[in-house]
């Protein structure tokens, strides 16, 4: 009853503010450490100092995952094309059970990115992500029981140097990259 509670709740709260709202938020990345595809602790500290670009994946997703992936790889190359070095990426798996480092290295491997700057996170249950999710990026993360499928947020993330959670764009369809390299060059100068 009470999952059926703070799904009920969740819901209401995306539908006012929407899984994949674009636009300026202010919300404070949530504390956490995770692991990544190499077995490395990352914690939201690891991040501070840089401006990140953030989204929710994982790796048997059949639907958006594959190209919302791809997206990011073509976000990143242009980036670097930019000159802009000081930035990182961060690829929050939805589903930490099968999401092992393992099975995220393999993932990585299929697309072709800085690894140097992108780290695949696992290491922590479902409700964590799905909390991390709905509180940091307003942004719902569903286990369909139904299936091997989850429901998750689409959008790009963009993550201040001091660790807040400034923007979000569509990351699977229409990318902006011009704006997001716009803005990603501005939290990099402040």
């Known amino acids: 009853m009470r999952k059926m509670i703070f799904l009920i709740a969740a819901i209401m709260l995306i ?7 674009q636009g300026n938020m202010e919300r404070e990345l949530k504390s956490f450490e995770y692991i990544n595809q190499d077995g490395e602790e990352v914690t939201n ?3 501070e100092g840089s401006p990140v670009i953030a989204n929710f994946i994982f790796t048997n997703c ?5 190209p919302m992936t791809y997206n990011m790889t073509g976000l990143q190359q242009s980036i670097e094309d930019e000159g802009i070095s000081n930035y990182k990426i961060v690829s929050f798996s939805v589903d930490p059970e099968q999401d092992t ?11 072709e990115l800085n ?3 992108w780290d695949f996170l696992t290491g922590y249950e479902f409700e964590e992500v799905s909390e991390l999710a709905l509180e940091s990026f307003q942004g719902l993360v569903v286990d369909d029981p139904n299936s091997d499928q989850m429901s998750h947020p689409t959008s790009i993330y963009l993550i201040s140097p001091d660790g807040t959670v400034v923007k979000s764009y569509d990351g699977y369809q229409e990318v902006p990259e011009d704006e997001i390299i716009a803005d990603l060059k501005a939290l990099g100068d402040s």
Do not use: H, I
Not at 15 to 21: L, R, T
């Open 15 to 21: 539908s006012a503010c929407s899984s994949d709202f």
């Open 45 to 47: 500290k690891d991040l």
């Open 115 to 117: 690894k140097e700057k």
């Open 101 to 111: 480092e393992k099975a995220l290295k393999e993932f990585m491997g299929r697309y």
């Open 62 to 66: 059949d639907t958006v995952c594959p």
